[in-house]
């Protein structure tokens, strides 16, 4: 193709990167792309962010599909956490957090699934040479905010999270969410078990909190973002709530 780089003077900056490829310990294979900071020497360990998206898939095989491209253009917008890499970090941006499973049957063990991908892209990262393993942190927009509170309550992976425009409470949405199609009548110990809410108090790793105030998607009204600040708040917990007026879910 003959497109042309929409910011050439950015993405010369911010050049280095890697695609990278690797597995989980039960097998399924991950992808996701390593920016590397403005003026990286090599050897050199650095921060790092990792932000996420998970998805579900019916079977092994689809979830290790390569996901992503080393021949895209560096695209940034407005509000992207690739901008993070002016100020000395290093971006795993988009590693693959799937959540298998057949039929419905994905998200009964969502929480074990999740830490296990996590964990795989820290040890990639950290094996690369690249990042320090203990000043990780994790992010993600919507789901990958429901996916970064999780993180922090379930595993010691990381040192800190930013968690955008999430639900964390899925008795708030209680008739279904991404591919989950059962109600909260159904399963609720599976709905009680992937909400983060309910494990607040495990959330011990310092967590910004960022939401629209005119949220329109119905899964992600601001009171899932003032809910777990209230509950992380009487826990004690080191959490910042903004929110950002006039702005919808994206």
Known sequence: TTFKDPHPQITKALAERQFVTYKR????????????????????????LVWAYPREFV???????????????????GSSHLLLLTQGYAIFDGPTMPIVGPGETAND???????????AAVDKSVEMGIADRHRIAVGGHSYGAFMTANLLAHSDLFAAGVARSGAY??????????????????????????????????????ILLIHGEADNNSGTF???????????????????YVTLPHEAHG
């Open 59 to 77: 079977d092994a095989d689809a979830a290790s599909q390569v996901q992503g491209s080393p021949h895209r253009f560096t695209t940034l917008t």
């Open 25 to 48: 310990k039960d097998g399924v294979g991950l992808s996701g792309t390593i920016y590397l900071p403005v003026g990286y020497q090599q050897g050199q360990r650095v921060p790092m």
């Open 222 to 240: 601001p009171i899932q973002s003032e809910r777990l600040y209230m509950a992380l708040k009487g826990h004690g917990g080191n959490v910042r």
């Open 109 to 119: 063990t969502y929480v074990e699934q999740l830490v296990t991908s996590a964990a």
């Open 169 to 206: 409470n899925r008795t708030l949405t209680p008739f279904g969410f991404q591919a989950e199609t059962r109600t909260f009548w159904e399963v609720s110990d599976i709905y009680k078990k992937i909400s983060p809410f309910w494990y607040a108090h495990k959330i011990n790793e310092p």
